[in-house]
């Protein structure tokens, strides 16, 4: 803090001209001070007659003011010399090894404040101030300090190279451009970094703007990460509520069964004890009886025997036989409930196929490119299965499940919400969602749709809202035998490509993409579809009911390896 201070006393009292403690100071009408000689020598130098300037604010005097040394001033001059404050200028003010040094400093140098591009010198506060006071400097260039300054010479003529070659891409000096670059084609540094300049700013508006649209894409993504993160969040707590529901719910069924059991247990424990004691009784009276029948026969007197002979109490009716099962009770029960746990562990493989599968198909970021080769598509197939309770009944189903024929004659399903009334059509078991592929395989005269349709499309009735392709709920391509073509929401587009009995359907759930494709020895594209899958879609296979071959057709979902 002292060396501070003493640094701001040295500059207050210091001349702006030579950077010396004042030396009979004077003050200008202005209020600044100089030393008397420097002062007159400046205004001598200017010779401005009737015009005459302050150094430091540029004020202008007219005429050339009379100068007084200022008593005060110089009393304060001496007292700072007396105390020594006068010291050297603090370390900091230096140049050190990685500083820029001032070229006229002599012994150690101060720091360089700027450079000048025309002196190729660098200079300190102090020396740097002819460059403001000096018209003929005042023009100079100065700069930040730097040490490269001499990369602005000529090696060659020991000129300011102040052009540019364009033709071959450097910087020159004015003899260069008239000697080895004559003829070249050349214009003044000043006139090329202008047109660098044009082209440096139109780079970091490129630069600028990408940097902008990064940042958007890094918010979408921390957008995504918080989004992906709830979402993960609400299907585990959802998943566990859900799960929680099925372990209560068998918990439920496994109290109920052996409440059932017990009860069936008690009662017909209670029947056999019931008859039991029945037997027993039975068994008791027919002891007393035979003990009294015994006892009459050994009686010796005649008279005396036929005389107690009819007081004999007649034997009660006897009860009926009894019949034991084969010593199995409830063993039916044990084996009823194996096989709902059978049929669990079936259901549980299935979906947990379709579980895992979900889960591992979750993708944020941009889509995968859609596969090139059959290869590449079939990383993505899965077996796909039809639900019977979505065939309408002029369907039949075979090859478990997988193939769907139109009949002449209606079958005799049971009625169901999720069954299809009016339309020949039928549904997958299974959803999709993520990126699935699977191919049908058609035959017969009759035309087959292949379609995808939400889970939500209507079931009852014949409107176009039931029917795939007619409503903005299912996509379907047409295929028979000599054409395809491609249905939406009541709209129907014409499609080329090669005839084929087998059809591939590519579905990205994610990226809102469905491709149709004939498949052959090779794969070509018929139809692609780009939208926003909102829900979980399923595969499906319409018919038609009525015309000539419609009876002659049917649609297998292939398996393929």
């Known amino acids: ?34 030393c008397m000689n420097c002062i007159k020598s400046h205004w001598d130098e200017e010779d401005r007659k009737y015009n005459y300037s302050c150094p430091q604010c540029r004020k202008k005097f007219t005429p050339r003011p009379v100068l007084l040394k200022s008593t005060m001033l110089a009393d304060l001059v001496e007292e700072l010399k007396k105390t020594g404050l006068q010291a050297a200028p603090a370390d900091h003010c230096y140049a050190g090894a990685e500083d820029v040094a001032c070229d006229v400093c002599t012994g150690r140098k101060l720091k360089a404040h700027k450079s000048c591009l025309i002196c190729l010198a660098s200079y300190c506060d102090k020396h740097l101030q002819p460059h403001y006071d000096v018209a003929q400097l005042k023009k100079h260039k100065l700069v930040e300090p730097s040490k490269k300054l001499q990369e602005n010479v000529c090696s060659r003529h020991d ?109 017909e424990v209670s029947r056999v004890r019931e008859l039991q004691e029945k037997l027993e009784q039975e068994i008791t009276e027919l002891k007393r009886k035979d003990a009294e029948q015994k006892k009459l026969s050994h009686t010796e007197d005649h008279n005396q025997f036929l005389h107690n002979y009819p007081s004999l109490s007649p034997l009660s009716q006897s009860t009926s036989s009894i019949h034991i099962r084969p010593l199995s009770c409830f063993e039916d029960v044990t084996a009823a409930v194996s096989e709902v746990r059978d049929k669990l562990q079936d259901v549980l493989r299935e979906e947990w196929t379709n579980v895992s599968l979900t889960i591992t198909e979750v993708d944020v970021l ?187 057709a049917s649609a297998e979902l292939s398996k393929l390896k």
């Open 1 to 34: 803090m002292a060396q501070k201070g003493v640094q701001l006393d040295r500059e207050t009292f210091s001349c702006s001209i030579c950077l010396d403690l004042l030396k009979d100071p004077v003050t200008t009408p202005c209020g600044h001070s100089y």
């Open 159 to 267: 000129e300011v190279m102040k052009m540019f070659s364009r033709t071959d891409q450097q910087l020159i000096c004015y003899l260069c451009s008239v000697e080895e670059h004559k003829g070249h084609d050349t214009v003044s540094a000043a006139a090329e970094r202008a047109e660098r300049q044009r082209e440096l700013e139109g780079s970091r508006q490129n630069i600028q703007q990408r940097i902008q649209d990064r940042e958007k894409d890094v918010k979408l993504l921390q957008q995504q990460a918080e989004a992906i993160n709830l979402s993960a969040d609400k299907a585990v707590e959802d998943s566990e509520k859900i799960f929680t529901e099925l372990i209560r719910l068998l918990e439920k069924r496994s109290s109920d069964v052996e409440q059932q059991v017990r009860s069936q247990q008690k009662s």
């Open 366 to 552: 941009l889509p995968q490119p859609e596969p090139k080769t059959r290869a590449g598509f079939l990383k993505y197939s899965r077996e796909i299965t039809l639900e019977p309770n979505t065939a309408n009944t002029w369907v039949l189903l075979s090859e478990g499940n997988r193939k769907a024929t139109v009949m002449k004659k209606q079958q005799s399903y049971s009625s169901h919400p999720d069954r299809f009334t009016n339309r020949p059509q039928v549904l997958s078991r299974e959803s999709l969602t993520g990126r699935r592929y699977w191919e049908v395989e058609r035959r017969g005269r009759g035309g087959v749709y292949v379609a995808v349709a939400n889970k939500n499309i209507s079931r009852a009735g014949g409107s176009h809202e039931c029917t795939f392709g007619l409503n903005d709920k299912s996509w379907a391509l047409y295929c028979k035998n000599n054409s395809y073509r491609f249905c939406y929401n009541n709209v129907q587009t014409p499609v080329s490509g090669p005839l084929s009995s087998r059809v591939g359907v590519y579905l990205d759930h994610s990226a809102g993409l469905l491709s149709f494709y004939s498949v052959s020895e090779t794969m070509t594209l018929l139809h692609r579809v780009q939208t926003t899958f909102t829900q979980p879609l399923y595969a499906g296979l319409r018919f038609h009911l009525w015309g000539y071959g419609c009876h002659e």
